[in-house]
């Protein structure tokens, strides 16, 4: 399966409440907060729509000990509802996308459109 790098900036999402009822943004921080603080899939959608399931470095998740902190995987489930900038590879599989992530960084906030 190819593997290929990105950088992307999206919000932070909990997968459970944006699948089944299509929940996210502000008015939502606090329950994805809590949905992700109980091990619910984090996401992330960009401003075009595309959503990537987060996933942690298989190296960093086997190893943990032989990575400085922080996580950044861990991070990005502490920021849902945020704009995110995030770097990793990303594989595609039965028409899901999953972003590995290497890297994290609160963005700056987007625009509201129009």
């Given at each position: 399966m190819k593997k290929t790098f990105?950088?992307?900036t999206g919000e932070i999402?909990?997968?459970g409440c944006f699948t089944s009822h299509g929940l996210r943004g502000s008015t939502h921080r606090e329950c994805a907060r809590?949905?992700?603080s109980v091990g619910v899939p984090a996401g992330l959608v960009t401003a075009?729509?595309?959503?990537?399931?987060?996933?942690?470095?298989?190296?960093?998740?086997?190893a943990p000990s032989n990575f400085p902190p922080p996580?950044?995987?861990?991070?990005?489930r502490t920021w849902p509802s945020l704009q995110v900038d995030v770097t990793g590879f990303v594989w595609e599989r039965s028409g899901s996308k999953f972003l590995e992530v290497?890297?994290?960084?609160?963005?700056?906030?987007m625009e509201p459109a129009g």
């Open positions: 990105i950088k992307v999402l909990d997968m809590q949905c992700l075009d729509g595309v959503v990537y399931v987060l996933t942690q470095n298989h190296d960093r998740a086997m996580d950044p995987y861990a991070l990005c290497l890297t994290a960084k609160l963005a700056p906030p």
